[in-house]
């Protein structure tokens, strides 16, 4: 019902910069919070940067100063900017959200396919 695509992930060279972008589409009646999940090899998913419907932005503390995460409710979709790469920044990353569609009273949680982002060094 409710799908997640996200795009813009790649190769960059250390100290340089991505943006990250996610769609969500589907039968969508509203979306709660949005955020950015990774998952490194070898290594569990972690969150990256979330940001509710309303209120203030949270960020794992690996990336906060370096990752701005922001939202366009009027397309739902969910941005990350990241500055400063580092080598272990490295993963899949994954966009997360919490909607409730057309259909339902209570909240889903749903899942992008991820967007691989390597840092070299």
């Known amino acids: 019902q409710v799908q997640l695509v996200e795009s813009g992930g790649g190769l960059v060279q250390a100290g340089g910069a991505l943006r990250l972008s996610c769609a969500a589409s589907?039968?969508?009646?509203?979306?709660?919070?949005m955020g950015w999940y990774r998952q490194a090899p070898g290594k569990q998913r972690e969150l990256v940067a979330v940001?509710?419907?309303?209120?203030?932005?949270n960020y794992a503390d690996s990336v906060k100063g370096r990752f701005t995460i922001s939202r366009d409710n009027a397309k739902n979709t969910v941005y990350l900017q990241m500055n400063s790469l580092k080598p272990e920044d490295t993963a899949v990353y994954y966009c997360n959200a919490f909607v409730r569609v057309i259909t339902a009273i209570s909240l889903r949680e749903y899942w992008g396919q991820g967007t691989q982002v390597t840092v070299s060094s």
């Open positions: 940001i509710p419907s309303g209120g203030s932005t």
């Open positions: 589907g039968s969508i009646f509203s979306i709660n919070s």
